[in-house]
């Protein structure tokens, strides 16, 4: 069973930062793109970074480019996005997904259930 478990969320200072990881079983992590999506309250879903198999390639919404940094490390099947000088407006449940491909397709295949972050004074 493909399972997406995700972590790190919590309440933090805008300004601050955060690490949120996602560790993935039941099928070969290496061999898939991952991509970490958001969900702000009262919105829909927004896709915010991908990275590529090998960790070569990654990929980021506007809004957070140059703020967050997605990386992986595939000996301990884990997804990391490290959310830097954090804005209020980063306020949502954070997703990791499964990319049905190894290179970034847009196409995901599973979601984990998710962890929140607020950004609040």
């Known amino acids: 069973e493909v399972q997406l478990v995700e972590s790190g969320g919590g309440l933090v200072q805008p300004g601050g930062s955060l690490r949120l990881s996602c560790v993935a079983s039941?099928?070969?992590?290496?061999?898939?793109?991952m991509t970490w999506v958001r969900q702000a309250p009262g919105k829909g879903l927004e896709w915010v970074s991908s990275i590529n198999y090998n960790g070569v390639g990654t990929y980021y919404a506007d809004p957070v480019k140059g703020r967050f940094t997605i990386f992986r490390d595939n000996a301990k099947n884990t997804l990391y996005l490290q959310l830097n000088s954090l804005k209020t407006e980063d306020t949502a449940i954070y997703y990791c997904?499964?990319?049905?491909?190894?290179?970034?397709?847009?196409?995901?295949?599973?979601r984990g259930q998710g962890t929140q972050v607020t950004v609040s004074s």
């Open positions: 997904e499964k990319d049905r491909r190894p290179y970034y397709s847009g196409d995901p295949e599973t």
């Open positions: 039941g099928f070969i992590f290496s061999d898939h793109a």
